[in-house]
Nanobody
Framework: QVTLTESGGGSVQAGGSLKLSCAAS????????MAWFRQAPGTEREGVAA???????YYSGSAKGRFTISQDNAKNAAWLQMDSLKPEDTGIYYC?????????????????????WGQGTQVTVSS
């Protein structure tokens, strides 16, 4: 079991920045892919970014160029730096984790692939 705790959400005006944090605890031996998903009201949850080993990065089209995911394996922590925020980035942001084992990579960025989830943190971007 892996427990995830997010922090760093809040409200910001369009063009601003926020940095989300996620701390993982529990059974993290063997490698953990950490990812960020988001869900806007009335929509399905969508993948934003994922990272494994600090250097295997994956971004959705909407995040590429504006968001940066990073990871500290030693601390079992991950961050999502979000810049140039837009109102359409508003939603609940979730940290998710997948134990990679010998695969040593992230699965496809789909919420059905990640078994462990944080409670979510609200991000609101006003125009």
């Amino acid at each position: 079991q892996v427990t995830l705790t997010e922090s760093g959400g809040g409200s910001v005006q369009a063009g601003g920045s926020l940095k989300l944090s996620c701390a993982a605890s529990g059974d993290t031996d063997g490698g953990v892919c950490m990812a960020w998903f988001r869900q806007a009201p009335g929509t399905e949850r969508e993948g934003v970014a994922a990272i494994y080993g600090g250097d295997k990065l994956y971004y959705s089209g909407s995040a590429k160029g504006r968001f940066t995911i990073s990871q500290d394996n030693a601390k079992n922590a991950a961050w999502l730096q979000m810049d140039s925020l837009k109102p359409e980035d508003t939603g609940i942001y979730y940290c998710a984790a997948y134990r990679t084992g010998i695969w040593a990579a992230c699965p496809p960025l789909s919420d059905t692939q990640f078994p462990f989830w944080g409670q979510g943190t609200q991000v609101t971007v006003s125009s």
